[in-house]
């Protein structure tokens, strides 16, 4: 080893050369020090939320990274247990347990703990069993990392029951119902007979509402004479189903207006207005797609339409656009040739981001199939749909402006219903304050309803709805 006379370098005794050799002894001593792992900081919670309804409860936990969570379920009795690992027991993970509501459906109550180190378990006590979804979304619009937890029943409710619940009326065109009620009126009753009550069959097929009971007389000793086929075909009109479709839900907001008026709080409370005028029609029924403040993925909304066998799907919004002074109604329909103008297709692609931002589990589904289903949608499809969006501006207009005085058509993935005419009514625009207000009040929310049930009326009045395959006999 060759020692370095320091007296001859000026620079050895100098400051700068004293300070130079110091920062190379300390570089020197952490090249050889070990590597300690650093501990994995717990993620920090930034909000919990709960969505229960009839048909699931959602659990959210919104966070600032992302996490990876295990889960099982036992019976007996029913219990969902969720690991979250990165995770510690906080104040904000415990007011989880304060937002579970007494009248969830499938949530009893909440417990939260430390499991283990940098492991919290959840134990939600169940009502009844479920077929839990567990997964994560990244981040999206105002949303950071979000912990989804999605409780569905394991035997899901038949959308059906929903309009079937509902009693059923005299002059539902079911072919035995009326040849059972012809058969009733041509029969003379025998003296002192009474009625006989016939229960009627069970539907024989999907979304067919079940005939009444008709009463009859008790038969006659005497063989009674073959009731006469009328001649001339029966002029009753059948039962017409509307799908309502409320847009956004849960998670997703949608737009905002000023005076922070939700688009799914005031599409929703329109489209039960609807509803309950379409109910009081004889021969006309509704369904929801979504009842209350839950998220129904797009492709979803479409199944459950085709599932009750609609006549008609009309979907229910508010627009928004980035300028406040932009307002009045628009009807758009589907399009296959791409949109009909730059606020049609921007409108389009922000509606088709709903999954985003509701939040959609890809893997709880085929996506090929859900892909199939959207391409299917018809030439004839979309021109009644145009048909139905005119009737709608024609009553529209009578209570607000028109922003566009035609049906406008973009590519919008929840009007792709293949056999079913299909609009989206922007009702008005929340962006604008005076129609955020008009939206607010309870008699313009009635006037929008009142004026679309007569454009379906006045649709049907020139489209009369053609009868389904299984009502034939």
Not at 24 to 38: D, F
Not at 241 to 249: C, K, Q, R, S, V
Not at 365 to 379: E, I, Y
Not at 433 to 438: A, D, N
């Amino acid at each position: 080893m060759v020692e370095r006379d320091c007296s001859s370098d000026p620079d050895a005794l100098s400051p700068n050369g004293a300070r130079r050799r110091r920062l190379i002894s300390v570089a020197t001593t952490l090249l050889v020090l070990p590597v300690i792992p650093r501990l994995a900081q717990a993620a920090t919670i930034l909000a919990v939320r709960t969505w229960p309804a009839d048909e699931y409860t959602r659990v959210t936990l919104e966070l600032d990274s992302e996490l990876k969570a295990e889960h099982f379920t036992l019976e007996n009795p029913h219990r969902l247990v969720v690991d979250i690992e990165g995770l510690q027991a906080t104040t904000a993970l415990n007011q989880l347990i304060s937002k579970v509501r007494h009248d969830d459906p499938y949530i009893r109550s909440l417990r939260v703990a430390q499991n283990r180190p940098n492991v919290v378990r959840l134990v939600f006590d169940l009502k009844q069993s479920v077929a839990p979804q567990v997964f994560t979304l990244k981040p999206v619009a105002d949303y950071q990392y979000r912990l989804v937890l999605d409780l569905y029943p394991k035997v899901a409710r038949d959308p059906l029951m929903a309009i079937l619940e509902r009693p059923a009326q005299a002059d539902v065109d079911d072919p035995l119902a009326r040849i059972l009620e012809d058969i009733s009126r041509s029969t003379p009753a025998p003296s002192g007979s009474g009625p006989a009550q016939i229960p009627a069959p069970a539907p024989q097929a999907e979304g067919q509402e079940p005939p009444t009971r008709i009463a009859l007389p008790k038969p006659s000793p005497a063989p009674a004479p073959a009731p006469s086929i009328p001649s001339t075909p029966s002029r009753r009109k059948r039962m017409v189903t509307i799908a309502l479709d409320p847009g956004h839900g849960g998670e997703d907001p949608g737009a905002i207006g000023g005076s922070g008026l939700r688009e799914k709080d005031v599409v929703l409370r329109i489209a039960r207005r609807l509803k309950e005028l379409i109910d009081d029609q004889p021969n006309m029924r509704a369904y929801l797609t979504r009842d209350d403040d839950y998220f129904v993925p797009l492709h979803v909304r479409v199944q459950k339409a085709r599932r009750v066998r609609a006549d008609l799907f009309i979907s229910i919004h508010a627009d928004a656009w980035i300028k406040p002074s932009a307002n009045g109604s628009s009807v758009f329909a589907l399009s296959q040739r791409g949109a009909t103008s730059t606020q049609a297709r921007w409108l389009a692609d922000k509606e088709n981001a709903a999954d985003l931002i509701g939040g959609v589990n890809l893997g709880s589904h085929n996506r090929q199939v859900a892909k199939v289903l959207l391409d299917l949608s018809t030439t004839a499809q979309i021109n009644d749909s145009l048909r139905l969006g005119s009737a709608f501006l024609d009553e529209i207009k009578k209570i607000n402006r028109l922003h566009k005085r035609q049906v406008e058509q973009a590519g919008f993935a929840v009007l792709k219903a293949p056999d079913i005419p299909s609009i989206l009514v922007e009702t008005a625009f929340i962006s604008n304050p005076k129609e955020e207000q008009l939206l607010r009040s309870s008699s313009h929310q009635q006037k929008l309803a009142l004026a679309m049930l007569t454009g379906i009326q006045q649709y049907f009045v020139a489209n009369p709805p053609l009868a389904h395959i299984a009502d034939a006999s």
